[in-house]
């Protein structure tokens, strides 16, 4: 059974950084595709980042040039480096193992998901 585990998350102020990490274990980490998605107090659940196994990176429009998704197969853990961060970035970060098609451009989540981790920036 896939387990995902976000950390990194914090307090933070305008224009701060963070990284959060998501590990992976009970999978073969390196044949799938990993992403990011983030959640808002009263809002739905919203695509962030992808990597595929081939490490093509897909980023939403809100966060590109802000934000950089990686991964180390030989840890078993996807990044998300968050740059100049801004007040609507406030949300819990949760990390998914799925699948990434080149010919759609586009990422389909798993079932498999982190508890979250809260990043909130405040001043």
């Known amino acids: 059974q896939v387990q995902l585990v976000e950390s990194g998350g914090g307090l933070v102020q305008p224009g701060g950084s963070l990284r959060l990490s998501c590990v992976a274990s009970?999978?073969?980490?390196?044949?799938?595709?990993m992403a990011w998605y983030r959640q808002a107090a009263g809002k739905e659940r919203e695509f962030v980042a992808s990597?595929?196994?081939?490490?093509?990176?897909k980023v939403a429009d809100s966060v590109k040039d802000r934000f950089t998704i990686s991964r180390d197969d030989a840890k078993s853990t996807a990044y998300l480096q968050m740059n100049d961060l801004k007040p609507d970035d406030t949300a819990v970060h949760f990390c998914?193992?799925?699948?990434?098609?080149?010919?759609?451009?586009?990422?389909?989540?798993?079932?498999?998901w982190g508890q979250g981790t809260w990043v909130t920036v405040s001043s």
């Open positions: 990597i595929s196994r081939l490490n093509i990176a």
């Open positions: 998914n193992q799925g699948r990434f098609s080149r010919v759609d451009n586009l990422y389909t989540p798993g079932s498999a």
């Open positions: 009970g999978t073969i980490f390196s044949v799938y595709s």
